[in-house]
């Protein structure tokens, strides 16, 4: 098992920043991969970024592309998602996933609890 915390959303105005930490532990040697996915009230839940913890490999969402960035620790089994120029659209829960060696990150075998992210106008 993969245990998966987030930490890190909260009230932002629009145009600001904010920067979400998921910190993995548990049997992280079986996962090659981590996301973030996000969902919003009345909305299905949405791929947003995905790392490959070897090499850095990097996929986006292509709304979202060029304000977010995702990046990981893997000394620390930690994975980021840097949100900026936030909108108001960007309100959701996010969602933190791990992914097992064979798997796909659009499909993740793990799950945090969610953050809350608030974008104000």
């Known amino acids: 098992q993969v245990q998966l915390v987030e930490s890190g959303g909260g009230l932002v105005q629009a145009g600001g920043s904010l920067r979400l930490s998921c910190a993995a532990t548990g049997r992280t040697f079986s996962t090659y991969a981590m996301a973030w996915f996000r969902q919003a009230p009345g909305k299905e839940r949405e791929f947003v970024a995905g790392?490959?913890?070897?090499?850095?490999?990097?996929s986006y969402a292509d709304s979202l592309k060029g304000r977010f960035t995702i990046s990981c620790d893997k000394a620390k089994n930690t994975v980021y998602l840097q949100m900026n120029s936030l909108k108001p659209e960007d309100t959701a829960v996010y969602y933190c996933?791990?992914?097992?060696?064979?798997?796909?990150?659009?499909?993740?075998?793990?799950w945090g609890q969610g953050t809350q992210v608030t974008v104000s106008s």
């Open positions: 790392i490959r913890w070897s090499g850095g490999i990097t």
């Open positions: 996933a791990a992914v097992q060696m064979g798997g796909s990150w659009y499909s993740p075998d793990y």
